[in-house]
């Protein structure tokens, strides 16, 4: 059982950032963020494959979010920089973990942004952007 406790959440004018952390308890081999908007689906945001680094992004935040990690204090990242009034949502940290040959098939293409994909989920952490 993981348990996974998000922080950094707030409120923030467009163009300006915030920082997510989310640690988890125990051993994961990857992490995602997600977020829902009031009437829409939770939407995958940004991923990291904890065991090697390697990231996936939406193409709605690419270039603006970076996901990263901390292996020491088993923590992951969303450095959120030019945000925008349409990132206003709930942002969940997800975790699961996998042999490596699994992770690969899980993460491959969209996997990474679908919710079936992780099994451990945090309580979610509020972002308001206000124009």
């Known amino acids: 059982q993981v348990q996974l406790v998000e922080s950094g959440g707030g409120s923030v004018q467009a163009g300006g950032s915030l920082r997510l952390s989310c640690a988890a308890s125990?051993?994961?081999?990857?992490m995602g963020w997600f977020r829902q908007a009031p009437g829409k689906e939770r939407e995958g945001v940004a991923a990291i494959y904890t065991r090697g680094g390697s990231t996936y992004y939406s193409d709605s935040v690419k270039g603006r979010f970076t996901i990263s990690q901390d292996n020491a204090k088993n923590t992951v990242y969303l450095q959120m920089n030019s945000l925008k009034p349409e990132d206003t949502a709930m942002y969940y940290c997800a975790a699961d973990f996998a042999p490596p040959w699994a992770s690969q098939i899980l993460l491959y293409g969209d996997n990474w942004s679908k919710r079936e994909t992780y099994k451990y989920w945090g309580q979610g952490t509020q972002v308001t952007v206000s124009s």
């Open positions: 125990g051993y994961t081999s990857f």
